[in-house]
């Protein structure tokens, strides 16, 4: 077997594997499961990037995808119930909408150049501007940290804008529900008593 063939196989499988879990998250009602199966996704998202070249991207999608988000999910389940009590309901004009977008989506791949072509349009012209303008232009040697640090240097903002605020958030709401239980063992309680102190008529437990 070719390594191209090879590669084919490995990327039927990703893709394969991606599909079951993106249907495993629909259909779970165990949030907890959900979480781990969405990081799951992320990590195979990462291997086909990587299959495909864009290993800047899949390090992207593990650190942020598979880690940060997957972390920030499981820190708002602590604020929720671990199952879902929304029945789940079909829906077939949703399901209709979502064949007719794939079906777009694939149709439009047949218009694109090939995979590796070396003549495909980004490689004759994008590439080589990237490569001439990140040692002219930005004189940084790593052509990778050129791109995301300046020429998309405001979309790599706000993705980092995007996760901080997340993260403020889960830390916002933690916070809240600590001072909601802080109050609630005030009360059960009572005012005055310390939380170690000794019920009155019992001892100390």
């Known amino acids: 077997m070719t390594g191209a063939g090879m590669i084919t196989i490995v990327d039927i499988a990703l893709l394969t594997m991606l599909c079951f879990t993106a249907i495993a998250i629909m259909v779970l009602r ?3 499961a959900v979480a781990a199966l ?3 996704f992320s990590l195979l998202s990462a291997g086909l990037l990587v299959a495909l070249d864009a290993v800047d991207v899949a390090f992207t999608e593990a650190a942020v995808g598979a880690g940060i988000s997957t972390v920030l999910m499981l820190g708002t389940l602590a604020l929720t119930q671990r199952r879902e009590h929304r029945p789940p309901r079909f829906s077939l004009t949703a399901l209709l909408v979502v064949i ?3 079906g777009a989506l694939i149709y439009a791949t047949s218009d694109m150049p090939a995979y590796g072509d070396p003549n495909a349009p980004a490689l004759k012209h994008v590439v080589p501007f990237y490569i001439e303008g990140s040692q002219n232009d930005i004189g940084v040697p790593n052509i990778v940290t050129s791109i995301l640090a300046s020429y998309r240097g405001y979309d790599t903002l706000g993705e980092v804008a995007v996760i901080f605020t997340a993260g403020i958030g ?3 709401l ?4 600590r001072e909601d239980e802080d109050d609630e063992g005030a009360t059960r309680r009572g005012p005055g008593r310390p939380p170690d102190a000794p019920k009155p008529g019992g001892t100390k437990s």
């Open 170 to 172: 889960v830390m916002f």
């Open 30 to 32: 165990h949030l907890f």
């Open 100 to 102: 007719a977008t794939g």
């Open 174 to 177: 933690l916070g809240l529900r």
């Open 38 to 40: 969405t990081g799951a």
